[in-house]
């Protein structure tokens, strides 16, 4: 369905951007407009925006040539969705306590349009209390969406949330899908952690961002997304039901009570555990080595894997990797019995990082997926999982 969509650009770096997204929303047929403050004119060209989009660009208020048919309400009226992205903290405040001082500001107080905010800032910011409240009061008003920040490294130099999604994934957001509509997808994400003693742990170095890519992507596509997550800094997605664990055995005993209709194991989750786990923190004596006394963790997607036909889940592995891929990964879905398994080199920078590629493979085929932002490689996972599983006896 072709969409009227009104883009609003604030101050921001990660403006750039938005010629991109522009041209996604017209090649599906969508119709784009866009405003912009005066700020944002320092890091985006009105002239590059007017070329992408083949309309005039505003930004004055009180342009007499517009005005004189009330252009602002005309624009207002027009829109189906407006999207303020970036949207920094400056305009966030504004929009939070009804502050209309530019265009772009008193176009969000006269549309009826389904509002998207991309919060775009530096990391502290972001965190701020004031900023956090702003984006409370601004989440719960009606037909409001506010679009999660992505997390890495900033054009400040800091690592962190606050970057603006990529032009794939605002798109999405304005035009999801929604052919998970009623799935119950679990996912798992994140590391685990086994005790060694009330201090420390064994772990390892997901950061459960593709994981959280996965459920957030399904959950706007109409899933019911369950998240069984391990210890992470990520913030919930929208629409998610999430479950924190720490241990293998946490996560096997909330797999098994919400395995779902699709089961998709992208948790790092350890092989072992610490066998007799020290009731207090341990000290070092002298130069004598520590040793630790190591018992196997239960197979967590095995065990899912090997439930009864008629509460067995399609399930989803993943094969992390730093040699022999594909090899690996194959003989890891044939020996635990998976419907699909995702082949991802760890031999590189991967672990934190905001971009992957990674390869599914089925009994009957492989399929390659090039290196892209985590979010995009979530939905055409996404893609290719549900259209597996519509093959099945269990389809929706």
């Known amino acids: 369905m072709t969409q009227n969509i009104l883009i609003g650009i604030s101050g921001g770096i990660a403006a750039y951007k938005i010629p991109h997204l522009v041209r996604l929303l017209k090649k599906q047929g969508d119709n784009v407009r866009i405003v912009h403050t005066a700020h944002a004119a320092h890091f985006i060209s009105p002239t590059t925006l007017q070329a992408v989009s083949g309309e005039a660009v505003r930004h004055d208020l009180f342009d007499p040539a517009a005005e004189q048919g009330m252009g602002h309400i005309e624009l207002a009226r027009w829109a189906d969705a407006y999207l303020i992205a970036p949207a920094t903290a400056n305009i966030l405040g504004k929009l939070a306590h009804g502050i209309a001082d530019d265009l772009l500001t008193t176009l969000y107080l006269a549309t009826n349009a389904h509002i998207y905010l991309a ?17 409370a ?29 990529e ?15 009623d799935i119950h997808l679990t996912v798992t994400a994140g590391p685990t952690r086994e005790a060694i003693d009330p201090v420390r742990y064994l772990s390892n170095h997901s950061s459960g961002k593709m994981g959280y890519a996965l459920a957030a992507a399904a959950a706007r596509r109409g899933a019911i997304v369950t998240l069984i997550s391990g210890p992470t800094a990520l913030p919930t997605p929208p629409g998610v039901t999430r479950i924190n664990i720490e241990s293998a055995e946490d996560l096997l005993a909330a797999a098994l009570a919400h395995p ?4 998709l194991s ?8 610490v066998a007799h786990p020290a009731a207090q923190k341990q000290k070092k004596q002298g130069d004598a080595p520590l040793t630790l006394a190591l018992v196997q963790n239960p197979d967590v997607i095995a065990t899912i894997a090997a439930l009864p036909p008629e509460t067995r889940p399609y399930t989803v592995g993943f094969a992390a990797e730093t040699e022999n891929l594909l090899v690996y990964a194959r003989a890891k879905r044939a020996r635990k019995n998976l419907d699909l398994i995702i082949a991802n080199d760890v031999s590189g920078d991967v672990f934190g990082a905001d971009d992957n590629s990674a390869t599914l493979i089925s009994a009957e085929r492989e399929i390659p997926l090039p290196r892209q932002s985590k979010s995009a490689l979530a939905e055409s996972l996404l893609d290719h999982i549900r259209a597996a599983y519509s093959q099945t006896s269990k389809k929706s």
């Not at 779902?260 to 089961?263: K, L, S, T």
């Open 266 to 273: 992208a948790a790092a989750v350890a092989d072992y555990r």
């Open 119 to 135: 919060p775009t800032m530096n990391c502290h910011m972001l965190a701020h209390p004031a900023v956090q409240a702003n984006l």
């Open 137 to 165: 009061t601004l989440a719960a008003r009606e037909k409001h969406t506010v679009i999660p920040s992505d997390s890495g490294a900033q054009a400040c130099g800091d690592i962190g949330a606050g970057r603006l999604p």
């Open 167 to 181: 032009p794939e994934t605002l798109r999405d957001w304005l035009t999801p899908k929604r052919d998970w509509q």
């Open 260 to 263: 779902g209709d699709i089961y």
